[in-house]
């Protein structure tokens, strides 16, 4: 299985800040990734694909990047509404999908 | 647009086997690229890949579920559903269904749409 494993665990950041959370994989995951916000008692929501592609409708706050073993998600300017669970997820044909184990995202 | 909705019982006895039903509305399960997934969390955790059936039939599992779990399509219904034998309490969660939109020349898109999820209580 690919191991996927998120720093930190938890982050905390005041309005305005630039956050940025790292995703490291065990193995070699190419560009096979994606990145989601979940808030509390809510669903996740798909943020990035293909490792640094912004989905429709996400804020061009977020930021994406990385290849192979080592990803990053950066929020330029904190929010509000960006307080919430962070999520990476890779992609393998032949282990199937993983996710990290998540960084939360609090108020400072 | 397209939504998903999760149906099935809140609380399973331990031994017996989980069933969850997925309806896919606004759009056709039988979509070429699409993967019908199905995802837990467990209470206060991250979360969890269960597996995934294509329109065909084809299915991925989890390896760590896979001798439990039975994933299976309805394309009639438009619905995709799940399976999980010889649950205990540790698979209490929540279980969302989604819709991945798999992988195409090296590139990976992710799951777009999701259920609202539902409880699922393993206890006697």
């Known amino acids: 299985d690919i191991q996927m494993t998120q720093s930190p665990s938890t982050l905390s950041a005041s309005l305005g800040d630039r956050v940025t959370i790292t995703c490291r994989a065990s193995?070699?995951?190419?560009?096979?990734l994606a990145w989601y916000q979940q808030k509390p008692g809510k669903v996740p929501n798909l943020l990035i694909y293909?490792?640094?592609s912004l989905e429709r409708g996400v804020p061009s706050r977020f930021s994406a990047s990385g290849s192979g073993t080592e990803f990053t998600l950066t929020i330029s300017s904190l929010q509000p509404d960006d307080f919430a669970t962070y999520y990476c997820q890779q992609y393998n044909t032949y282990s199937g999908l993983t996710f990290g184990g998540g960084t939360k995202v609090e108020i400072q | 647009q397209v939504q998903l909705q999760e149906s099935g019982p809140g609380l399973v006895k331990p031994s017996q086997a989980l069933s969850l039903t997925c309806t896919v509305s606004?759009?056709?399960?039988?979509?070429?690229?699409?993967?019908w997934t199905w995802i837990r969390q467990h209470p206060g955790k991250g979360l969890e890949w269960i597996g995934n059936?294509?329109?065909?039939?084809?299915?991925y599992y989890n390896p760590s579920l896979k001798s439990r779990l039975l994933i299976s399509v309805d394309t009639s219904k438009n619905q995709f559903s799940l399976r999980l034998s010889s649950v205990t309490a540790a698979d209490t969660a929540v279980y969302f269904c989604?819709?991945?939109?798999?992988?195409?020349?090296?590139?990976?898109?992710?799951?777009?749409?999701w259920g609202q999820g539902t409880t699922v209580t393993v206890s006697s």
């Open positions: 193995q070699n995951v190419s560009s096979l």
């Open positions: 293909k490792a640094s």
């Open positions: 606004g759009g056709s399960i039988i979509t070429g690229g699409l993967y």
């Open positions: 989604a819709r991945d939109r798999g992988y195409s020349n090296y590139d990976y898109y992710g799951m777009d749409v």
């Open positions: 059936v294509y329109y065909s039939g084809r299915t």
